[in-house]
């Protein structure tokens, strides 16, 4: 069924990425930059010259569109999402992507920087490529496969729907969302106006990824609270908060219940941030477990670790805050199990071997999923994000493509 198709998610993909949309957490616009919505009127354009008349970009950055049902059966509406913005991790602005055809194994050698390579030791994915085109950064920037890669792909499904009208569906939904990675990704969405049933993003990794369960999360904030004196006359008076700080993150373990001590199902605590001066001095931490139950007993024993270190100064004192973020999304999915076992069958129908596991992150689908759109995550290829050894197989993103057609085909088999 694809053996005559003539992708255009990799011409996409090239386009796509050198559109610079890096988001900014310390921005209080939404979107947080102006620039992704450079990309977004794009997208809705490109739709529009599809025959998708009813693509939309709205004030909020966030694209709309819908392919419209093709059959006769009542079929669940299906959303495909991905999110147009890039990381403020690395730079994303003048990426030159560059397609490395034929991989034959040996180390990429980044041109603008020639310090930057990208081997095989490093990435051992990339010994399942050979043979394949890849396309990397030119060095000095990130790629944007995370997630123009999901971008692309959803583009190219729609585009392969409205040629090939003989494949019968039900109403897809298309959902590009801005500042994923700063956390909002779904923050101002409209799911009336989006009008889905069920959805997937597209933001996974290798070929045959499905992640239908990511951790929870919360962010906890410690604010220490020092006494403030000249330092040439503090003797016995001055209670420096940022030590008082410091303290508090030394006490931590460093092998266990931290990101670089943990894996696999293990959850962790995880201090991101550290300002102040003697007088406050603030620590932000996120806290994440695939059980959500866990977080409050981490949220716990960060108390107690402060409430020691207060028995070392105690003239100073603390408060502390709890934000929930996002929650494990198999939480609701296990309550509507086709949406996994039809994604499961689409990509083992595309002849790909299955690789089901949890994310040690979040998603647009996390908090989607508890906004009332079962939403778990299929792959595109991307792979080293947020650096500047960011790659993607084109031959990965075809098969997404094609994996996501034939989960539409089933929704309406099955319907």
Known sequence: MFKSYSFSVAERFMRYVQIDTQSDANSNTFPSTEKQKKLSGLLVEELKSMGIQNA??????YVYAEIASNTDKKVPAICFCAHVDTAPDCTGENVKPIIHKNFDGSDILLPDDPSQIISTNDHPYLKEKIGEDIITASGTTLLGADDKAGVAVIMDMANYLIAHPEIKHGAIKILFTPD????????????????????????????GSFEDETFSADGMIFTFYGISAHPGYARDKMVNAIKVASAFIDSLPKDEISPEGTEGRFGFVHPVEITGNAEKAIAKFIIRDFITGKLTAYEEYLKDKADDVMKKFPKARYEQKITEQYRN???????????????????????????????????????????????????????????????????????????????????????
């Open 180 to 207: 994923e990675e700063i956390g909002r990704g779904v923050d101002k969405v409209d799911l009336q106006k989006l009008g889905a049933d069920f959805g997937y993003t597209l933001d996974g990794g290798e070929r």
């Open 56 to 61: 939309e970009l709205d004030a909020f950055g």
């Open 329 to 415: 999304m198999k939480e609701v999915l296990d309550n509507y199990p086709q949406v996994s076992d039809y994604a499961l069958e689409a990509i083992q129908r595309s002849g790909i071997t299955v690789k089901q596991t949890s994310a040690r992150g979040g998603t647009d689908g996390s908090r989607l999923s508890f906004m009332g759109l079962p939403c778990p995550n299929i792959f595109t290829g991307e792979m080293a994000f947020h650096g500047k050894h960011e790659y993607v197989s084109v031959q990965d993103m075809q098969k997404s493509v094609e994996t996501i057609v034939r989960l539409a085909m089933i929704w309406e088999e099955k319907s």
